[in-house]
């Protein structure tokens, strides 16, 4: 199993679709989980971090399965301003080993 | 404010060039990482710092060298080694592991 691997996309949902990304991890100790948000060709930006079994921001949430190694970030109500590459990220073992998925690119149509 | 500076934005050298990119943070934090970015591609982790003085390579270190000598900074110089060296650079800082990246606008480097 790659260390850290996710649903490679592209998904292209329409507006106001609920649409779901998956993240796989090899390492069973990490503790913390990140998922960031990219635009093309800028900085990843966080959006959500993730240290027990899940997290809620308004349309976005992220649940964590430990006992099968992954964690998902669900967008409910999609806009057009979701249009983007979604990244999971992982620490390896150490915490201070910060490895990333290679981004979900998801597009959202009016 | 504080934050992450990367400088310059954009950067060109000749193949067989050493090229540093800087990276500067005043957030305080002791870890600081190097990626690269390929278009398309997700970021691949060059070299990682938890503390002055100590670095530890990544999955791409060769071809890479950085330097730690100070907090704040966490330069990074391509060297002429690198088969491939024209990509999107992006430094990161976090307190702790338990804590979420900060990042830099990142550096484009292009090598003809």
């Known amino acids: 199993r790659k260390e850290v691997e996710q649903d490679p996309g592209p998904f292209n949902v329409p507006e106001g679709a609920t649409v779901a990304f998956n993240c796989t991890y090899s390492?069973?100790?990490?503790?913390?989980f990140f998922w960031y948000r990219q635009d093309c060709r800028k900085e990843p930006k966080l959006l959500m971090s993730v240290y027990s079994s899940g997290n809620e921001d308004g349309r976005f949430t992220a649940q964590l399965n430990r006992a099968s190694q992954y964690i998902s970030l669900l967008i409910r109500d999609s806009k057009l301003s979701d249009s983007a590459t979604y990244l999971c990220?992982?620490?390896?073992?150490?915490?201070?080993?910060?490895?990333f998925g290679a981004g979900t690119r998801l597009t959202v149509k009016p | 404010d504080g934050g992450i500076t990367q400088s310059p934005k954009y950067l060109f050298r000749k193949e067989g060039q050493n090229v540093t990119l800087s990276c500067e943070q005043n957030l305080n934090h002791d870890a600081m990482y190097w990626y690269r970015q390929d278009p398309g591609q997700g970021l691949r982790l060059i070299y990682y710092s938890q503390i002055v003085n100590d670095f530890q390579k990544g999955d791409i270190a060769e071809g890479y060298s950085v330097s730690r000598e100070k907090k704040e900074s966490f330069p990074l110089t391509v060297t002429s080694a690198q088969k491939n060296p024209t990509a999107f650079y992006l430094c990161?800082?976090?307190?702790?592991?338990?804590?979420?990246?900060?990042f830099g606008n990142g550096t484009r480097l292009t090598v003809t």
């Open positions: 990220v992982v620490p390896l073992y150490n915490n201070n080993d910060m490895r």
């Open positions: 990161a800082s976090s307190p702790t592991g338990d804590s979420p990246l900060h």
């Open positions: 390492n069973s100790a990490s503790q913390s």
